[in-house]
């Protein structure tokens, strides 16, 4: 059966369970929302669901044939599976155990598959597959999705900052879901300008809110010592630095409580919303530096200090350098009982 991309988020999860899904095609960043799609509207919590390839699938066959047969493989329950990186060669084993998907559904991911492909053909004409290319979107494809996602996020844009929005995403969902990340921070705090919105879809403004992270959580004297000293040059208020970094701080203690039997690049791949994979690196870094007891002290006083500023008590200059040295910077250092 053939489903266009679009008509997905209109399905209802009895559509999806005990099927196959096959997405193939030149268009990755879509594949990957799908995925994050049919997981949704199947209520599929992310211990529950398991990210696979093909590579591994063909060195172990009988892993996950015993798997579907037996129900014995990973855990007691079945697992949504999304297996990745497909072709032809994978489908000996789907075929062996397509009868036995019972009360869920293997998700596979493929590049482009020709007319003649074995793989194609199967998600085409099987009566247990639903197949589902994905081209690459047009802009009135990627604007109906913005608008989605601005109505979730219940944001109030106008015409102007949409177009911005659009002209930055290089009509990817990616993009669109991270500038909608970042706007998120500013609706609390401020009216959204055009100015704003055009300073969120640079590249460059991206990559400082990265590298702001990157220094505060490095416990890396220097460098911190050289943030505080040279702040002016990030162009950001203190508001937002504390913003920003309480936000990532969220994210990575979210996962770091994942299931402690699955591995840190498991914890990646699993989490939701995905995380883009220029970020993974820096990711698995910060987990191997900060403990959890750690990141939840550092949690609270960022949110004492945003409290504070909404305060207007002390200048936010001297709260936030206060702030900096007592938690992050070389007081810090020097005073282990300081230190988180």
């Known amino acids: 059966m053939i489903v266009k991309s679009q008509e997905i988020s209109l399905k209802k999860k009895d559509f999806f369970l005990n099927k196959i899904i096959v997405l ?8 990957n929302d799908l995925n994050d799609q049919i997981l949704s509207l199947c209520e599929v919590k992310n211990q529950n669901s398991k990210v696979i390839f093909e590579d591994d699938i063909l060195k172990k066959p009988d892993d996950i ?44 991911n493929s590049e482009i598959l020709q007319k003649n492909s074995k793989l194609r053909q199967f998600g085409e004409y099987d009566r247990i597959s639903i ?90 004297e220097k460098n911190i010592n050289d943030f505080i000293s040279n702040m002016s040059n990030y162009e950001k208020n203190f508001i937002e630095i504390v913003i920003i970094l309480r936000l990532f701080i969220m994210k990575i203690l979210d996962i770091q409580k994942m299931d402690k039997k699955l591995s840190t690049d498991e914890k990646l791949e699993k989490y939701k919303p995905p995380i883009f994979w220029k970020d993974k690196d820096r990711i698995k870094n910060i987990l191997k530096t900060w403990s959890s007891k750690n990141l939840e002290k550092l949690l609270i006083n960022l949110n004492i200090i945003e409290t504070n500023f ?8 001297t709260q936030f350098f206060y702030f900096l040295t007592q938690n992050l910077s070389k007081i810090s250092f020097k005073n282990t009982n300081n230190f988180i």
Do not use: M
């Open 310 to 317: 909404k305060r207007d008590e002390l200048a936010q200059d």
């Open 24 to 31: 193939y095609g030149e268009n990755q960043d879509l594949i």
């Open 131 to 220: 197949c589902i290319p994905c081209y690459q979107e047009t802009k009135f494809d990627i604007k109906k999705f913005l608008i989605q996602q601005v109505q979730i996020h219940k944001l109030e844009l106008n015409e102007n900052q949409i177009e911005t929005i659009l002209n930055f995403s290089s009509l990817k969902r990616s993009k669109i879901k991270e500038a909608v990340e970042k706007i998120n921070i500013y609706k609390n705090t401020k009216k959204i300008t055009d100015k704003i919105i055009e300073e969120i879809c640079t590249e460059n403004d991206l990559k400082k809110n990265d590298e702001i992270i990157d220094i505060l959580l490095s416990k890396n």
């Open 65 to 108: 044939t015993n798997y579907y047969l037996n129900g014995s493989l990973f855990e007691e329950n079945k697992n949504i599976n999304i297996i990745k990186n497909c072709s032809d060669k994978i489908l000996e084993i789907i075929n062996s155990i397509k009868n036995n998907i019972q009360d869920t559904l293997i998700i596979i």
